[in-house]
Nanobody
Framework: VQLQASGGGLVQPGGSLRLSCAAS????????IGWFRQAPGKEREEVSC????????YYVDSMKGRFTISRDNAKNTLYLQMSSLKAEDTAVYYC?????????????????????WGKGTQVTVSS
């Protein structure tokens, strides 16, 4: 079981990036999958999750309207489209998955509840 995040980089404030997370060794169909991030000196925090079973999504309030999560079950890949990026979005972004046909929500989209984690990808927002 492996999750591989990619797509990070350096972007100017107000810019956009799209992160990808490729899953291998399992299919996403029965998982809630999501994005989490950890900034220097801070704890890991939730960003967004999506249920692969019913397509429901959950966003932390500060990400709503700026970030869009999506998944392609055929490609076994998760995406995070980020726009209007701010300096405070600078962090290592991780993808993670938890087994279960749950509706995506705050009780499911928690770091402590995830079964599988990928290595992170660095996102730096700076001019």
């Amino acid at each position: 079981v492996q999750l591989q995040a990619s797509g990070g980089g350096l972007v100017q404030p107000g810019g956009s990036l799209r992160l990808s997370c490729a899953a291998s060794g399992f299919t996403l169909d029965d998982y809630v999958i999501g994005w989490f991030r950890q900034a220097p000196g801070k704890e890991r925090e939730e960003v967004s999750c999506i249920s692969s079973s019913d397509g429901s999504t959950y966003y932390v309030d500060s990400m709503k309207g700026r970030f869009t999560i999506s998944r392609d079950n055929a490609k076994n890949t998760l995406y995070l489209q980020m726009s209007s990026l701010k300096a405070e979005d600078t962090a290592v972004y991780y993808c993670a998955a938890v087994l279960g046909r749950f509706v995506a929500g705050p009780r499911v989209c928690r770091s402590s509840g995830m079964d599988y984690w990928g290595k992170g990808t660095q996102v730096t927002v700076s001019s």
